[in-house]
């Protein structure tokens, strides 16, 4: 799920990387990379939280360590985390309320980042810091995409 993730998000910046040097048609790049990646995050954001690989996601053993609270908080991790790629394409497309939705994904993410900074120090495990980067990456791009007027 890493490598899906980290491959949209590359096929996504080139494309921006092209519309900025003129192609205008790098748009028929970024607008499948975007939906895809939020997508992703949508429907498989409890996989990607959790580091769960796709072989692994449909057998039941994988989910014995976790508990409701877990699988659940990391379902709704997931669900605003689909909001960055949906809001970063609403701006970079000038689309209608771009920006309302950049700020409710910015403080779904912000609010993610603390609840998992939080769990971080209390707990200490590995799949925390992975998600704090995760989160900080998410933060940074929408506090970008809040403040820069994007015009491509």
């Known amino acids: 799920m890493k490598k899906i993730e980290l491959i949209l998000i590359l096929i996504a910046l080139t494309g921006i990387i092209m519309v900025r040097a003129g192609i205008e048609t790098a748009w028929y790049i970024i607008i499948p990379a975007l939906l895809s990646d939020g997508l992703l995050y949508f429907f498989f954001g409890f996989a990607v939280i959790n ?3 796709s072989g692994n996601l449909f057998r039941a053993k994988t989910y ?7 699988l659940s908080g990391s379902v709704l991790a997931g669900m605003s985390l689909s909001l960055v790629p ?23 993410s912000v609010l993610n980042l603390l609840i998992i900074t939080l769990l971080y120090f209390i707990k200490k495990q590995l799949l925390y810091r992975e998600n704090i980067i995760r989160f900080g990456i998410a933060v940074f791009i929408i506090l970008a ?8």
């Open 64 to 70: 014995r360590d976790f508990s409701f609270l877990h």
């Open 86 to 108: 949906l809001a970063v394409l609403f701006r970079l497309k000038e689309y209608p309320l771009g920006g309302t939705i950049t700020f409710y994904a910015g403080i779904f």
């Open 145 to 152: 995409f809040m403040r820069l007027e994007i015009r491509i």
């Open 51 to 53: 580091n769960i690989k």
